[in-house]
């Protein structure tokens, strides 16, 4: 999986969560320190609210809607009264005469257990619940209306449940004012908590998307930044696709990672804590009901964990698979249908889509059968609550509105775990997109300044020297075999020599695209390796024989973005490439719009903006690689004389197919299986009648 080339091979996918990457990825988050603690802030405040609304309902229920108390009395247990009153005189409100007191059915649950079933098996506590009003005015004149039916305390008056349905319906609205206006302002807090925490909710995703955004692409800089310096050895072993899945598809997957997963994982942890915290505290015995649950939903998580990276893994084998399949059929669409495969490959490539399909549906069903087994632990764990807890409610040891709450919460608690299977798969593609990331961010095929003190010369005249060069693009396979030859300022050399004879190697060596394995390359007597790299290659005029041009305008492709370079100075370039012909017959001349890759322009033209393009930076040093070889006669006619202008005060090196464009050169060097056999003038070469004149015969026949 780690290759030197950084390929990555998706059948060898890292584990589904490793410590070292994600620490490494966090590592981009430190500038963002500050929002990420604020984020922190917010997630508590958004988590806390939202574990108040349930507890909300329980106090509307239990206080307003149903506020019901239980009457205690200690008429033969006066020794047992007194140690009672002294554990729970807080809970504790006096009733109607001495001895008798009520608790209501809230407040019914933080009385222990022990003392609970002591106060029952004695009869002391009354299966009766009683509603109790404060003695106000209005209350007192209605327990005066039904003498019959009220007790009066000193603080409160008590009536039972079965008797409030003898009151008339004014009456009953009129003791109950104070519910209803308690009823209200939970209503109000409810309602006030719900636009608070929509503000708080935005804040949060906001800022979590700001981050992940930012770290994105501080993420794709460091990438396109590295992809910049590394050494074209890199990208000969590396498919563009590729890279460019890299800074798109991957970094997007760890986006959603973050996003999704690294964030609300700790909202998540502090709901899930705060939700057993409030177990425990609306009943103990409920929660421990619940608790036995949680191993088994781990166990249940982890099997499932293993089951899904095995699909995972297998899904995306298929998948690469796929798109290797389609990579190759729609590159060489061209051979498939000159020789009648189309039949073939759809069969072929049907096989691996229907492979991917079958491998989708196995990880379908893993995914699937998570979710309902959750669904049911979870159904599970209502049901033991509503028959635990029911039982409680019905003998008053639990009020209602603490079961309604603790059901509430138990949803809550289950609906992170229902999103695991969900997290899960984002997790494991980002896993996979982070290694793949760094494995390219590790890569070190770069070829850098020899040392910090780079040297650059003040003015450069153009002699070049090698002396006893050897290069190899792979291990001891060398393309140039102990290459020694010189040109100086201001001459003109051309290189030829059969395909594969180590031509472009050469070019390759002096821009130092490659580094070379021996010898030396010399520039003005100066090693090209202890020179500036940047300004090295800012002295050297490079046209290619395939011209790449980039989207944009003709302008931008002569400049390069270079503000230097004046409308006039720009326009008279073009002039002395004879570029300007083309240019002005366009719609909006230099402003002319130019796909990627120059396809709405032909060969020549694209030719000659790299002419226009090489002679705007005015090099010293200029290199035609074959850029005259796909060129139609009337338009290598029209460049010759800008040729013979441009190579005027510049060292030039040629390499040519074609002899006849380079008759004229000043030297000739011929390459043959990486070794100079001939150098010389056009005729003295010819004069020889060695290599040179067999492929002058070959040419000319």
Known sequence: MHGNSGHFTEEALGKPYDVKLMRRFLTYSRPYRPLIAFIFILILFVTGFELTLPYLTKIGIDRYIIPSARRIEFKDAASYAEEFKRSYAHLLVPGDREGTFFVRSEEINRIHDTDLRVIEKMGLLSTTR???????????????????????????????????????????????????????????????????????????????????????????????????????????????GRLVTRATNDVENIHEMFTSIVINLFRDAFLLLGILIVFFKINWSLALLCLPLLPLIFVITVFFSYLARDAFREVRIKVAKINTSLQENISGMKVVQIFRREKENYLRFKQINHENYLASMRQIVVFALFVPIIEIIGTVAVALVIWYGGGKVITGRLSLGALVAFLTYLRMFFQPLRDVSEKYNILQSAMASLERIFLLLDNQSIIGNRSSSAQRIEKVRGNIEFQNVSFAYNDEEWVLRDISFSIKEGEKVAIVGATGAGKTSIINLILRFYEIQKGKILLDR??????DKSFLRSQIGLVMQDVFLFAGDIKGNIMLDNEQISQEELERIASYVNANR????????????????????????????????????????????????NIDTETERLIQDALVKLMKGRTSLVIAHRLSTIQNADRIIVIHHGNIREEGTHSELLAKNGLYYKLYQLQYQ
Not at 138 to 149: D, F, G, K, V
Not at 526 to 531: A, H, K, P, Q, T
């Open 526 to 531: 100066v090693d090209i390796r202890d020179l």
């Open 130 to 240: 009683f509603y109790l009003s404060k003695k106000t005015t209005i209350a007192s004149q209605i327990a005066a209306r039904y003498p019959r039916l009220f007790k009066e305390g000193e603080r409160y008056v008590f009536i039972s449940y079965d008797d409030m349905k003898k009151l008339k319906s004014q009456d009953l609205i009129s003791l109950r004012l104070g519910d209803m206006k308690g009823i209200l302002t939970i209503f109000l807090i409810f309602l006030s908590i719900l636009i608070v925490n929509s503000f708080f909710n935005f804040g949060q995703i906001y800022m979590v998307e700001l981050i992940g955004q930012r770290i994105m692409h501080d993420l794709r800089m460091k990438i396109f930044s590295h992809l910049q310096i590394l050494s074209l050895s890199f990208f000969d072993k590396n498919p563009v």
């Open 582 to 629: 083309f240019i002005e017959r366009l719609p909006h001349k230099y402003d002319e719009v130019v796909k990627e890759g120059g396809v709405t322009l032909s060969t020549g033209e694209r030719q000659l903006l790299a002419f226009a393009r090489a002679l705007a930076f005015n090099p010293k040093i200029l290199i035609l690689d074959e850029a005259t070889s």
